[in-house]
Nanobody, 117 residues
Framework: QVQLVESGGGLVQAGGSLRLSCAASGSIFSFNAMGWYRQAPGKQRELVAEITSGGSTNYPDSVKGRFTISRDNAKNTVYLQMNSLKPEDTAVYYC???????????WGQGTQVTVSS
């Protein structure tokens, strides 16, 4: 199973920016897809950004135009650039990797993002 370690969370004022990083133990070049999810208290975990092995990206409307997912294959790291942050973006952010022919899912431990108004 792939080991994922997130970093970069913290406290930021509304309108500010943060960049999250997710370092993987394996070669992300071979991963089917990687994504960032978030979970706020009392809510279900939701997808905020996804990037496939072919480089295609996918965002929900709630973050489209504000968040950007990217990857550095040489560093086996995926990033989430978050701009124009809003209080409703407050959540624990998790990195996810889908690998292998059976799309095994691996998760990081999560990093807290708090946006103050």
């Amino acid at each position: 199973q792939v080991q994922l370690v997130e970093s970069g969370g913290g406290l930021v004022q509304a309108g500010g920016s943060l960049r999250l990083s997710c370092a993987a133990s394996g070669s992300i070049f071979s991963f089917n897809a990687m994504g960032w999810y978030r979970q706020a208290p009392g809510k279900q975990r939701e997808l905020v950004a996804e990037i496939t092995s072919g480089g295609s990206t996918n965002y929900p409307d709630s973050v489209k135009g504000r968040f950007t997912i990217s990857r550095d294959n040489a560093k086996n790291t995926v990033y989430l650039q978050m701009n124009s942050l809003k209080p409703e973006d407050t959540a624990v952010y998790y990195c996810n990797a889908m690998t292998g022919p059976y799309l095994q899912s691996s998760w990081g431990q999560g990093t807290q993002v708090t946006v103050s108004s």
